[in-house]
């Protein structure tokens, strides 16, 4: 499948000259972005778009790999014919109007339209492929509207395009890099299963992140779910669990969500990974490029009593250990603490704490044998806190010998150190229970990992 | 105790000339902002800090209703005493170092002095107050650092400062009026029920938000607290529930947390509305400038088919009705939606959506008498979509027919598009299923308001 994401030739079908119409959006990306490979637009209208030489057919274009269609669904089965005949081996069709829309004969012309081809489809109803390592991309949503992500070893499947654009987007705001991106709406070719097995292999790909409302072969599919997990961490978010919702997921993407329990049971023999909204989706994620723990023992730092005091509540409720400290580490901790800082954990280090204070604290913490995982919160807002706490903690997390995630709670002032702190691949949180629970899953991954060595 | 609110003359008690300790920044605050009253330093040390006269004891300053401390622990007794005999009323006490930090007899000192004083004291180690009317601020984080929000008809009461403060400075950034804040620390005098009782009579509060450690007197308490939700809505967050996070509240406000089951009682028979974490109370107090609504049928309306079957999974598990449209009701859409878009609840207005198709979507199900409250998704990344869609939207909610709350996911450019929305106080979230929840506690609020009628 190695050439759906790495095609040197590409034919856009469908593109106009409006700047707000799919197909002209997906052919002025991928000529903005510089696309590695050549990418033709295709439109009996026009003779050229963007300056482009624009070929009456898919037919006449110079050579196909990849061929993405962006036209009425009527109109698609005979455009896979076409690409087929100059020897394309895959289609992306970004077009919606079949199943999902109650077009079964549609549906049947274009499935034997595929087949005779032999060609391998992705869609139809989709958004197709993002590549930020050769730019190959058939996102339909402008650049300005949505920044792609810079280059990283995350990949994303979702069933749902605008969902999984949503990801993207969000994770380029974040500053997670991002591989590969596959939505693949219908998947009445090529299905969830393929995809997650082609990642699970794919050397670029450390962590998957995965949108669902069904399946088409649940077996194969628990078992691709084991199959990868153990190699590399899947974090998943099954949508259209019940009653209308799954109703919602039929109209949307063709197909009937699965039983939720046979999803969660498949889930938990896998290991996976379950978010269960997408602000959990990405609070799992952004854990994930920190080291595993070796166990489950947390230490949580402060500068804010409340906050430390919410940090242990969720930690409790997630069963982590708070773990007393040693005399030792007491020890070094009483020679720079003033008399008013108790010295434990949580360790509230008061609301007059400054860089070093939290510099040394941050250190006793680290070369503790006792601790696994870091829960660090900073009001940046105190007084005595300047900028120059972002340097210690962000040598602290790229020292990458225990997992750290840090809480950055407030207004304006706080995002800009919080922004910071993210685009050094520090994972940040505004609370501290998403810190928490973060943690916690990524400690849960690291029993997967445990369980296979 | 509305002079404590609005003091006429405040003094504030260990004003050092080095901008980032605490006296400092409180005095400065109040200069650079403008409090309405006069605010006198007091420091031996100086004869003048920012350019105004700087007074060497409180007994020399020319009036005080108001005495903020912000000097070491063992210092606040006699200056509670020197105020108390220039016939100040209220003392507010920064300092920590009392009980909190094993200090009984220094407590027991600075009782005696209050009591002998008749000065009511809020605190000692707290934050104080804020109100937004009058710019009498006693929060010692700069303005830079935290920019004080707007003023409106949200207060906040505090049992922790830091927390308290990033509440504020978070609803600054949301765009969410703030009233009044009190952050009381240890409450040895002036204690969350007073403060909560007060606020209850305050004719410029309409909603309450709580953060809660622990309380002295459960059963008032408890009175109080459904007392005052009958008459204005309470959202509560609670700490230290358990085992070591109770330890850790101890050493923060000195008190031992209660048990989070009479909390949870005491919550539940007044009908307030409990907040699991920092988020959720952030996500509750968004949705409390709109109507609350006549009954639990939800409409749901998107462009991304994704978001729509998050939204109705996360509706049924919040038990609120996806409520079928009515035969009139999918008339109406049927009008002007293509042929491919299926008139029905959640609504899919589906990737090529326009603001038209939006605006009579918004439309009809504003004026369907089926729905009673509505939650609209928006991909604001998609090529079809303006910023001409905020007027629509923005209108509806000002409309103030029935409660609406806005999706709109992604990165730089939805965030843009969001804080415009929440600028203009459209309760906006980042995800469905933080929308919905919000939309319960309105529901749920609602039903504490028809049982009074």
Same mark, same amino acid.
């Given at each position: 499948?190695?050439?759906? @994401?790495?095609?040197? +030739? ?13 197909? +002209? ?12 490979? +050549?990418? !033709? ?13 624009? !070929?009456?057919?898919? /037919? ?44 079964? /004969? ?9 087949? /005779? ?20 991309? %058939?996102?339909? @949503?402008?650049? +300005?509207?949505?920044? $792609?992500?810079?280059?990283? $070893? ?50 670029? %790909? ?44 039929? %109209? ?135 900028? /120059? ?65």
């Amino acid at each position: 499948m190695k050439e759906l @994401f790495y095609p040197k +030739h590409v034919a856009v079908v469908g593109v106009s000259k409006n700047p707000s119409k799919v197909g +002209h959006v997906i052919f002025a990306n991928m000529v903005k972005m510089g696309f590695s490979g +050549h990418v !033709y637009p295709v439109n009996p209208k026009y003779k050229e778009v963007l300056g482009h030489k624009c !070929y009456p057919s898919v /037919e006449d274009v110079p050579k196909v790999d990849v061929v993405v269609i962006a036209v009425p669904a009527g109109f698609v089965p005979d455009i896979i014919r076409q690409a087929g005949k100059k020897g394309c081996k895959y289609a992306i069709v970004i077009s919606g109007g079949f199943g999902e829309a109650g077009n079964e /004969e549609l549906t049947e012309r274009l499935m034997k339209a595929v087949k /005779e081809s032999r060609i391998r489809m992705l869609g139809p109803n989709c958004i197709g492929i993002m590549n930020t390592k050769n730019r190959f991309d %058939t996102v339909f @949503f402008p650049l +300005h509207k949505m920044i $792609r992500p810079s280059y990283g $070893r995350v990949s994303i499947i979702s069933q749902s395009g605008g969902l999984g654009t949503s990801i993207i987007d969000k994770s380029a705001y974040l500053g997670i890099g991002i591989g590969k991106f596959i939505s693949y709406g219908n998947a009445y070719d090529i299905d969830e299963t393929d995809i997650l097995s082609y990642l699970g292999k794919d050397e670029e %790909t450390d962590v998957i992140v995965m949108y669902i409302e069904s399946v088409k072969n649940g077996k194969k599919f628990a078992e691709t779910l084991k199959e990868v997990n153990r190699k590399k961490p899947i974090i998943a978010l099954k949508a259209g669990k019940e009653g209308k919702a799954k109703e919602a997921a039929k %109209t949307h993407t063709g197909s009937l969500a699965g039983d939720y329990l046979s999803f969660k049971a498949a889930f938990k023999t896998a290991g996976i990974l379950e978010a269960n909204s997408l602000s959990d989706l990405f609070d799992y994620l952004t854990i994930f490029n920190q080291p595993l723990p070796k166990g489950k023992n947390l230490g949580i730092i402060t500068n804010g009593g409340g906050l430390g005091v919410m940090s242990a509540d969720e930690a409790i409720r997630q069963h982590l250990n708070i773990v007393d400290l040693s005399k030792e580490d007491k020890e070094l901790l009483e020679e720079f603490l003033p008399e008013y800082v108790t010295p434990s954990n949580p360790l509230d280090l008061v609301a007059d704490a400054d860089v070093e204070r939290y510099k040394k604290a941050l250190d006793v913490f680290m070369n503790s044998k006792d601790i696994d995982m870091l829960l660090v919160n900073v009001l940046f807002q105190a007084p005595s806190i300047s900028e /120059e706490l972002l340097n210690p903690i962000v040598r602290a997390a790229m020292d990458k010998r225990k997992p750290i995630a840090v809480v950055v709670p407030g207004g304006k002032w706080a995002e800009a150190f919080s922004s910071i702190l993210s685009m050094n691949g520090v994972p940040t949180y505004d609370a501290p229970e998403r810190a928490i629970r973060a943690l916690r899953k990524l400690y849960d991954y690291s029993k997967v990992v445990r369980q296979r060595e």
